[in-house]
């Protein structure tokens, strides 16, 4: 998540305009809690709009995984915001505010924004918030031009965010895939000449190269990202490459994770998705853990992420993970 607090926010414009910093993509039909604890933004958590004749059915579930995701960030104020047409927000917001309401939480503001207009839901003076909206340009605000020069970034939408981690297609593919094959033999090569230990040395090997390349600003051959993929698939080297892991190795993972052969992608998504996760980029970290997943349904690791950011929880909370002698996860 973008440092929020850097970002000169002192209305409801500047919020809006600071939203797709924080989140790092322009958000869509969605609703989002934006939690305050003191002066500070701590946490935002988003979700998908329900289709209207489904907000019965949705709310309780989604209700208590925000109250909880502000709990965790010791959130005791709140500014809900819903994008997309009144139709779609509005039944979100008349359900979702009694609840945060009542579990002690203190809603600053609701707000919804349609066609580059916002309006609030609590605010009835219509000489700040009238019936018609409050049209606001985030490319004229100062929020834009300290976002972009503090090096945040916003992508068009979710999707985008998505695409910037799809699997490579084409020649690029095809080349990873026959180099994988490759990887896969001497695997089994080297795992009945030199036993796990040797494996296990080999992984380390690979992911030691592979730090340093893109610590050079280089990136992996086809053969050797193949190698390391398939190394990958052990756990104790994919917790290696964990434990060496860190926010500057968001370009690394994110690299290896697009160019991966597809049915490989589980450890090194969920790398991506534990480095993002560490740098505050939420949404990536989400995006990640969807890829690892549709990689592996049952990747323990992916899951275990992918609770505590729904729960708000701290990456420090896998402080100690992995250690020698623990079991993989």
């Not at 219509?126 to 340009?137: L, Q, S, W």
């Not at 050797?224 to 993929?229: D, Q």
């Not at 740098?279 to 349904?297: E, H, N, W």
């Amino acid at each position: 998540m973008t440092d929020f607090n850097r970002l000169p926010v002192g209305s409801p414009a500047d919020l809006l305009t600071a939203v797709p910093y924080l989140l790092g993509f322009h958000p869509t039909d969605s609703f989002l809690t934006v939690g305050v604890a003191g002066a500070r933004v701590v946490v935002a958590g988003r979700a998908d709009l329900p289709e209207p004749s489904r907000v019965a059915a949705w709310i309780s579930g989604m209700a208590r995984s925000q109250i909880r995701l502000l709990r965790h960030a010791d959130a005791t104020r709140v500014i809900v915001i819903g994008y997309g047409p009144a139709t779609a927000v509005t039944p979100v917001m008349d359900a979702m505010t009694p609840r945060l309401t009542a579990a002690g939480l203190d809603v600053l503001d609701a707000l919804r924004v349609t066609d580059g207009r916002y309006f609030s839901y609590l605010c009835q003076d219509p000489a700040c918030c009238p019936t018609d909206g409050v049209p606001f340009d985030p490319h004229r605000s100062d929020v834009t031009m300290h976002a972009i020069v503090a090096g945040c970034r916003a992508l068009p939408d979710r999707a985008a965010l998505v695409a910037s981690i799809a699997p490579t297609s084409g020649a690029a593919r095809v080349a990873v895939t026959r180099a994988t094959v490759a990887a896969r033999t001497r695997r089994r090569a080297l795992l009945a000449q030199a036993g796990h230990d040797g494996l296990i040395r080999a992984g380390v090997d690979a992911v030691t190269v592979a730090l340093a390349r893109y610590r050079d600003e280089q990136v992996l051959h086809d053969d050797e990202l193949a190698w390391l993929t398939v190394l990958l698939t052990d756990p104790v080297i994919r917790d290696a490459a964990w434990q060496a892991s860190d926010d500057r190795h968001v370009p690394m993972w994110t690299d290896i994770t697009r160019r991966a052969h597809p049915p490989l992608a589980a450890a090194p998504a969920t790398l991506l998705a534990f480095t993002a996760w560490r740098c505050g980029d939420g949404a990536l970290a989400s995006v990640a853990v969807d890829r690892a997943l549709a990689a592996d349904p049952d990747y323990s690791l992916a899951h275990v992420i992918d609770q505590a950011l729904r729960a708000g929880l701290p990456p420090s909370v896998l402080d100690g993970w992995p250690h020698i002698g623990q079991p993989p996860l």
